[in-house]
C-alpha cells in the first residue's frame, strides 16, 4: 500500500495541535517542515497539496533536481545538511532558509553570495547540543561568538538556533536536550532578535514543542521510512 501522506500529515498536525494544548502554547507558533531526503518529487508534491509548503532538503542535488520538478509549486525550501564550502554558492541562490550553518567561513560566504535581489537568506545556526566529537554544529561555548558575528553579515537574517540531539525515546531525556536548546537561544534572543527554535523531529516532537520549538522537522513520520538510494 503507498504512504498515505496526507493522512499522515494530518497526524502530525494533530500531534503538534495536542502538545501545543498540552503545554500552554499556540499551535500557530509551530512550523510544520517536511523533511524530504530520499524522497521523490510527488511525494512532495502530495505533502504540498496537503497544506505544507515549508519543505527540507539535506542533499544539493537532489534538491536541485526536486525544485525543478516542481517549479510550478509555491514551495519554500529549507537547507538542513551538512555544508560544504564548494556548495554554498547554489545553496545561497536556490534556499529560502539555510539551518545548518556552524561555522563563519560558511556564513561568510552564503553572504557573499545571496544574490542581491532576492531577500535576505534566512539563517538558523547548529548547535552540537550533546558535545558529541563526531557530530556537527557550534559547541554551546563558541555560540554567542559566532551569532554575533553571522548576526552582523549583509544578506542575511539570523533568525535563531537548530539542534539534532542525540536520539533518545526517553521524553524526560528527550525534553532535557530541547531545553538546553532553547535555554542558550534566551540568553541570545533580545540582543540578536531571535524568533525561530528549530528542533523536533518525527520521534521527539511533543518534547520540542514542550520546550518551545518555533519549527518542528518531520520526515520519516510523513513520507515513510526512507530507502536507502542504490549506489
Ligand atoms: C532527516 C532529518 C530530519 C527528519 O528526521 P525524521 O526522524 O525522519 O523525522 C530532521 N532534521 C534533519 C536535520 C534531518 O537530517
Redesign the pocket.
Known amino acids: 500500500m503507498p504512504t498515505d501522506i496526507a493522512g499522515n500529515i494530518a497526524k502530525v498536525l494533530h500531534r503538534i495541535g495536542a502538545a501545543a494544548e498540552r503545554y500552554g502554547r499556540d499551535a500557530n507558533g509551530v512550523t510544520l517542515l517536511a523533511?524530504s531526503?530520499m524522497q521523490s518529487p510527488a511525494a512532495v508534491r502530495l505533502a504540498a497539496e496537503a497544506g505544507v509548503l515549508h519543505i527540507?532538503e539535506?542533499y544539493l542535488q537532489e534538491a536541485l533536481d526536486k525544485m525543478t520538478a516542481l517549479a510550478d509549486l509555491p514551495l519554500c525550501w529549507h537547507f538542513?545538511?551538512p555544508i560544504q564550502s564548494n556548495k554554498t554558492r547554489l545553496i545561497a541562490e536556490n534556499f529560502a532558509w539555510v539551518?545548518s550553518v556552524d561555522r563563519l567561513k560558511i556564513a561568510e560566504r552564503l553572504a557573499a553570495q545571496r544574490p542581491a535581489e532576492l531577500p535576505p537568506l534566512n539563517i538558523c545556526l547548529q548547535v552540537n547540543i550533546d558535545a558529541e566529537a563526531t557530530k556537527s554544529g557550534v559547541r554551546p561555548a563558541e555560540l554567542p561568538a559566532l551569532a554575533r558575528a553571522v548576526g552582523h553579515l549583509p544578506r542575511l537574517h539570523l533568525r535563531g538556533l537548530m539542534a539534532?540531539p542525540q536520539p533518545s525515546s526517553d521524553f524526560t531525556s528527550q525534553r532535557h536536550a530541547c531545553g538546553r536548546l532553547r535555554a542558550l537561544c534566551d540568553v541570545l534572543r533580545d540582543e540578536l532578535a531571535l524568533d525561530t527554535l528549530s528542533m523536533g523531529?518525527?520521534?521527539d516532537l511533543e518534547a520540542a514543542v514542550a520546550e518551545g520549538a518555533t519549527l518542528v522537522?518531520?520526515?520519516?513520520?510523513i513520507f515513510g521510512a526512507r530507502v536507502p538510494r542504490a549506489i
Not at 217 to 221: K, L, N, P, Y
Open positions: 523533511v531526503k527540507g539535506n538542513i545538511g539551518h539534532i523531529m518525527s520521534t522537522r518531520i520526515g520519516s513520520d
